[in-house]
Structures are given as structure tokens and as C-alpha cells.
T-cell receptor, first 116, second 113 residues
Framework: AQSVTQLDSHVSVSEGTPVLLRCNYS??????LFWYVQHPNKGLQLLLK??????LVKGINGFEAEFKKSETSFHLTKPSAHMSDAAEYFC??????????????FGTGTLLAVQP | DVKVTQSSRYLVKRTGEKVFLECVQD?????MFWYRQDPGLGLRLIYF???????EKGDIPEGYSVSREKKERFSLILESASTNQTSMYLC????????????FGSGTRLTVV
């Protein structure tokens, strides 16, 4: 069965410094992986997705993630944090090949705080 | 843009009440999902549906049922609400064709007292 593990429940960075949010996955086949962001009192927004194309995936707002099969990781990074990046981030794996009964399996979330 | 609309943003219900949470999507998506979100647990799948009148249990279906009479509407039903069902409920829709992604509603925060 597919699963994801977010290694940090809370991450705090200073504005202008790099962001690293860590995610490891478990999958019996080549997975589809996503990062979603949820700002306070807002809905979930897709940041980026990996679906077996390029291993380095660029998303919105300057975020990117690298799929590393050998390490079963899909870490989210951003070179320079902005105050508006403060939110909860979810690493997600898709349970399926994109077929009719695809399901998303969520990690437990990482709360990112950005200090001025 | 695909829109997923949840009818209520906040609900307060009493223990034992039957509760209906409604979700409507406007892009003819086949698949719809109900998740609940709790701090430290992420989102957990309650039920999903891949077609009208079709439903499948997710990871935590106990105490819930669903209804999908029309393609655009997917209802979550709490047969007899309990305090441990106090949570944020999120609806999502998805299609395997075209853009590979899910669209989520803005959520319903349910409090059972």
C-alpha cells in the first residue's frame, strides 16, 4: 500500500533563508506525488505534482521538489522564504495509476513558520 | 476553473442529530471524495464515489454514509452525530483525463456538542 511520511511536523525559518520540507514515500510501483499547501482558513491548493516525467518538478510561488527513487524521497524546497509562505504543507501520494478510482493519501502535514 | 462548493462553512449540531454535508462540483468530474482533517493526522479518506450511485469506503467510514444521486453532487451523512466527529470536512473532485489534479472545496467545520 502507498503511504507518505512527513519527517517534520513543524519547521521554522527566517525570511529570505531556504526552505526544506521533507517527505518520504512508500509505493509498490512508480507513484504520483503531490505537494499541497493550506493557508490558515483557506482551502487546499496544489503546489506541484510528479507523474513520472522530469524528476525535478517546479511548482507555483518558487517551490520545487525532486523525486529521488533511490531514497524514496520527494522533498519540497524553496531558495528564499517569504512571509506569505507560512502555511501547512502536505505531501501526498496517489493510490493508483490515474485510473477511475484514484485516491489521495495524505501525510500528516508540516507547519511552516516564517520569522521576520 | 473547476469549482467545488461545500454548502456550509461552519455547522454546529447536537449529539445524536442526523447531519448532511453537501458538496457540488461544476465540471462533470466522475470522481468525488470526502475527507476529514484533524490536527496532526492530515486528511483521512472517509468515502469516495467514481460514478453516480457508486460508492466505496475509504479508511475511516464508520459512522458515516454517502449519497450520490447526481453526478455533480456528493453528500456526506452522519447518521447519529457524536462529539468525536467534530472536525473539518473537505470534499474533492477529480477526473483522470486532462489536468491531473484534484480540486478541493473550502471545507465545512463541524462542531458536535
Amino acid at each position: 500500500a502507498q503511504s507518505v511520511t512527513q519527517l517534520d511536523s513543524h519547521v521554522s525559518v527566517s525570511e529570505g533563508t531556504p526552505v526544506l520540507l521533507r517527505c518520504n514515500y512508500s509505493s509498490s510501483y512508480s507513484p504520483s506525488l503531490f505537494w499541497y499547501v493550506q493557508h490558515p482558513n483557506k482551502g487546499l491548493q496544489l503546489l506541484l505534482k510528479y507523474t513520472s516525467a522530469a524528476t525535478l518538478v517546479k511548482g507555483i510561488n518558487g517551490f520545487e521538489a525532486e523525486f529521488k527513487k533511490s531514497e524514496t524521497s520527494f522533498h519540497l524546497t524553496k531558495p528564499s522564504a517569504h512571509m506569505s509562505d507560512a502555511a501547512e504543507y502536505f505531501c501526498v501520494v496517489s493510490d493508483g495509476y490515474g485510473g477511475a478510482t484514484n485516491k489521495l493519501i495524505f501525510g500528516t502535514g508540516t507547519l511552516l513558520a516564517v520569522q521576520p | 476553473d473547476v469549482k467545488v462548493t461545500q454548502s456550509s462553512r461552519y455547522l454546529v449540531k447536537r449529539t445524536g442529530e442526523k447531519v448532511f454535508l453537501e458538496c457540488v462540483q461544476d465540471m462533470d468530474h466522475e470522481n468525488m471524495f470526502w475527507y476529514r482533517q484533524d490536527p496532526g493526522l492530515g486528511l483521512r479518506l472517509i468515502y469516495f464515489s467514481y460514478d453516480v450511485k457508486m460508492k466505496e469506503k475509504g479508511d475511516i467510514p464508520e459512522g458515516y454514509s454517502v449519497s450520490r444521486e447526481k453526478k455533480e453532487r456528493f453528500s456526506l451523512i452522519l447518521e447519529s452525530a457524536s462529539t468525536n466527529q467534530t472536525s473539518m470536512y473537505l470534499c474533492a473532485s477529480y477526473t483522470p483525463t486532462g489536468y491531473y489534479g484534484y480540486t478541493f472545496g473550502s471545507g465545512t467545520r463541524l462542531t458536535v456538542v
